[in-house]
């Protein structure tokens, strides 16, 4: 196929050679299989913008064969009989699946997203796996209650909870093999089938646990189903097809709202995870030896591509300076380069697209009179998608980079000199967003009244960028509609089911 070898560890590199160039394959009815029209995407390594794979471009008539194949499982196999023991069995398999081939899936992840392997190892893969054991805990215990109508005559009532049918599922390309957990795991535990589509950008750990699925794991056919595609070709047709009951995306807000239009011919059930612009507030009495490293791990973290990172850093003027060097400082030493570099500390950005977007993003700040305090240039000498961590100062709320959601690791610091904790989180509730903030004190009553008066569905005390299977995860205003991980990740997937009797 004459494309570029990746730098993979020599103990490894034979294994994921054979599988990127053995065509990865879409799961579709328990089979491996090709895109009808042989449509093929090229996956590049944002490293080197090398194409190191190819993969099937899924279309309408290849999801409209997943999406009957997840109705047929869901309506007639044996899936919907199996206990709830043997389903948490089987959802607890897939954690033990990724868990065992943890190290060639940070790889794979790696080298698809351009993320260090650090953090891959760290975060990406272990989060993965806890998801699919912590979801597992769940199957057997979904439950309903007994209820107590106030109508004449004796009535016994009770609800039954049931899985909401089939699922179809559309992730990003930030946390490829995280995302996917974070979708199939809650969805399978609660009995339903599931279509996934996968980021184009970033198809590789996702068709790889689909090979892993057939090979190691027993799911009646039908029940997984995943996907490759285009958003447009391969997105928009599963958010429309009239045999699936629910549609769960994380992705931009834009895209969310087709989803909510696509959804409503046959008013499919929808959740979405959407954009976020995090404030991140230092109060004169933060630590700062813990808030320095705190808020920039927040910023650019990931490479900034994460819908809850710290972007909108606001310090009281009093240690404005103090903090605004020492993060600066931190984000001149990260060390940007290949992500399987195992010394590198921040990868490029996930693809020329996004970089060209987050650019774009450098330039108006500095059109709108922005001050580069760090970075605001790539990486000379090379043809990867490199931007270093950039930060600016001078800005003003109305800027762009203050108000929209730049996902790369672009932050932009702003002093503020008046403490008042209703003024400021008006400012910082001041965003169409609603997804996460941070505050640094050591006022615990600060702390916890400014968690009160934060518009967004995840607030960090003294830390940033905490993430964990029991913590729900989601947002307020336009960072979307319903909760992922915790028990709530289950009620994404679940019916209620009144039953009444005359006694
Ligand atoms: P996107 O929202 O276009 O893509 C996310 C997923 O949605 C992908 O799987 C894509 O194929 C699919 N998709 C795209 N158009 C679709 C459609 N019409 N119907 C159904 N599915 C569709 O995000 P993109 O283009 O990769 O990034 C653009 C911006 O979105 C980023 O710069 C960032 O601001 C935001 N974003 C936010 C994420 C989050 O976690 N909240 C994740 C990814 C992007
Ligand atoms: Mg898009």
């Known amino acids: 196929m004459n494309m570029h070898t990746p730098t993979l560890t020599p103990k490894l590199a034979p294994a994921i050679a054979a599988y990127l160039d053995g065509a990865p394959k879409l799961l579709i009815d328990g089979k491996l299989v090709s895109a009808k029209a042989g449509g093929l995407i090229d996956v590049r390594d944002p490293a080197t913008a090398q194409v190191v794979a190819r993969v099937p471009e899924a279309q309408a008539e290849d999801i409209d064969d997943a999406v009957r194949a997840a ?22 398999r897939l954690g033990e699946i990724i868990e065992r081939h943890a190290e060639e ?18 975060a990406d893969i272990p989060v993965a796996y806890n998801t699919f054991y912590y979801m597992a805990g769940w199957a057997t215990k979904i439950a309903g209650s007994t209820l107590s109508p106030s109508v004449p005559g004796e009535v016994h009532s ?51 646990l689909a090979q892993l699925i057939v090979e190691e794991a027993d799911f009646p056919p039908g029940v997984i189903n995943i996907v490759t595609g285009y958003g447009e070709g391969a997105g928009a047709p599963l958010a429309a097809h009239p045999l699936v009951d629910k549609i769960a995306f994380t992705g931009s807000t ?46 650019f973290f990931a490479q900034g591509q994460v819908c809850v990172a710290a972007t909108r850093i606001y310090a009281h003027k009093s240690i404005f300076d103090r903090l605004m060097q020492g993060v600066s400082d931190a984000a001149a030493k990260i060390k940007v380069g290949p992500g399987l570099d195992p010394t590198t500390q921040m990868g490029p950005l996930v693809s020329a697209e996004q970089l060209r977007r987050v650019s774009g993003y450098v330039q108006s700040g500095r059109d709108e009179g922005g001050q580069v305090l760090t970075g605001g240039d790539g990486l000379p000498g090379t043809d990867g998608y490199f931007l270093k961590p950039t930060i600016f100062t001078n800005a003003n709320p109305d800027m ?12 932009v610091a702003q002093a ?24 640094w004190t050591q006022n615990a009553g600060v702390a916890h009244k400014m968690a009160r008066r934060i518009k967004a569905g995840t607030v960090w005390l003294n830390c940033h ?5 029991v913590l729900p995860f989601g947002g307020y205003k336009q960072s979307g509609w319903g909760r992922e991980n915790g028990a709530q990740a289950l009620e994404n997937y679940l019916e209620t089911k009144a039953v009444t009797m005359a006694l």
Not at 71 to 92: C, E, I, N, Q
Not at 400 to 411: D, H, S, T
Not at 465 to 469: E, G, Q, T
Request: aromatic share 6%; proline share 7%; net charge negative.
């Open 71 to 92: 109705r047929k499982a869901f309506d007639d196999g044996p899936w919907s009989r199996m206990t709830a023991a043997d389903r948490g069995r089987l959802v607890h």
């Open 400 to 411: 762009r980079i203050v108000r929209e959601e730049i996902f790369g690791p672009v932050v």
């Open 416 to 439: 503020f000199d008046d403490s008042e904790l209703d003024a400021l989180a008006a400012e910082a509730n001041n965003t169409e967003y609603g997804l996460a903030a941070s505050v």
């Open 158 to 208: 009770y609800t039954l909870r049931e899985p909401v049918g089939v699922v179809g599922q559309i992730i990003p390309w930030n946390f490829p093999l995280m995302m996917a957990a974070w979708k199939l795991a809650p969805a399978l535990a609660a009995g339903c089938t599931v279509v996934l589509k996968a980021a184009e950008d970033t198809p590789l750990s996702a068709l790889r």
């Open 254 to 299: 834009d895209v969310g709202k087709l989803i909510v239009k696509a959804a409503a011919g046959n008013l499919k059930r929808v959740t979405l995870e959407l954009g976020g612009k995090a404030p991140t507030i230092v109060f004169p009495d933060a630590d700062l030896d813990r808030a320095i490293p705190g808020v920039t791990l927040g910023s």
């Open 105 to 122: 899936f940070a790889q794979l992840e790696s080298l698809d997203n351009g993320k260090p392997i650090a953090e891959a190892r760290a």
């Open 465 to 469: 960028h905490v993430f964990d299977p």
